[in-house]
């Protein structure tokens, strides 16, 4: 009953363009992280909740310790989170 999936035929063009897509994805949520450190400034309500919530997600994508995520969630301060922005650019 179940179809097994024939892996995709992509170009030699494609691969590299994937290929530099996660060479990069370390900078890409690096940046992410920055645009919400703004946002989050900007946001109120039910809104900003889902801002702390995606600045949690991607910061644990970036290999930012858990009990540290967990700090910077319960004091909800963007400067904080900017500091860490701070960090990751530093280690680059």
């Not at 645009?35 to 910061?59: N, P, R, S, T």
Request: hydrophobic share 35%.
């Amino acid at each position: 009953m179940s179809e097994s999936k024939q892996p995709r035929n992509y170009s030699p063009h494609q691969h590299k363009i994937i290929q530099r897509y996660y060479d990069n994805l370390g900078t890409i949520k690096t940046e992410r992280l920055a645009e919400l450190v703004g946002e989050l400034y900007l946001a109120e309500g039910k809104k900003k909740a889902k801002l702390w919530q995606q600045a949690g997600d991607v910061m644990r994508k970036l290999g930012v310790p858990a009990a540290r995520v967990e700090h910077l969630l319960k004091q909800q301060k963007p400067e904080l989170i900017a500091e860490v922005v701070k960090e990751l650019e530093a280690k680059k």
